[in-house]
């Protein structure tokens, strides 16, 4: 099973589901009167964006944008390619960039970049992991954070290993032997 390749339990998925209510009261709260518009950063994303939209109550769209920087490795190679942009107009509405993780900022800073350019009203970031790095390469504003982590390979809940692990309910750390 793929929960026994985790050397242990981060994040429950009673601590997840508690956390994902929480963060979509305040979204509702901060939005309220806006055209908000989640845009979830595939693949990892997901899960958190599927979570997320139902526990908003205030009307909302959502979009995607295709983003990766990680491939088969357990670092982020620093080289961002874009797979897919969004389809729907984004001129003059808010835009709330859904992110499995925040770890070197790299995904990060090139999804905002390309979403400028479609001249969204504002731009914030909604991390459901924020990784603590000495050093990280790309400094990135996240309006909402979920979690802070120790700087570990995490999997589950959206975020995968080589394309597995995507489907655990919960966030476990992976076991080294499994990725070296």
Known sequence: MLI????????SEQDIQKRVTEIAAEIDRDYTGKDLVLVCILKGGIIFLSDLTRQITIPHAFDMVGAESYGASTTSSGHVIITK?????????????IEDIYDTGSTLK????????????????CALLWKEKKDRTHQVPVKYVGFKIPDVFVVGYGLDFNEKYRNLRSIGVLKKEIYI
């Open 85 to 97: 942009d969004v389809q729907m107009p984004l001129v003059g509405r808010d835009i709330l960039l």
């Open 110 to 125: 090139v999804v905002r970049e390309l979403l400028q350019v479609h001249t969204p009203r504002s731009v914030e970031v």
């Open 4 to 11: 026994d390749d985790l050397e242990y339990i981060l994040l």
